[in-house]
């Protein structure tokens, strides 16, 4: 029972650090476009902040709880 249990609140935790890691991010300075109006969204981000070098810590808290949940009655 316990080991389900822990592996919910890895799996929660683990997304919860995914969440934190993309949501605290911080808004760039206003830029300028061509035709003279200013938007916030930063120049030549791209999809960078999901790459697996800055998520890996919370993919494998996932993987783990996961785990725990999928093997935790045999324990």
Do not use: C, D
Request: aromatic share 10%; no cysteine.
């Amino acid at each position: 029972m316990w080991v389900i249990m822990i592996g919910a609140v890895l799996v929660i935790g683990g997304f919860l650090y995914l969440f934190r890691q993309a949501l605290s991010r911080r808004l760039s300075e206003p830029h300028q476009l061509a035709q003279g109006s200013q938007t916030l969204e930063p120049q030549h981000q791209g999809l960078r902040f999901l790459g697996l070098s800055k998520n890996w810590p919370g993919l494998m808290i996932i993987a783990l709880g996961a785990l725990l949940l999928a093997f935790g009655g045999y324990l």
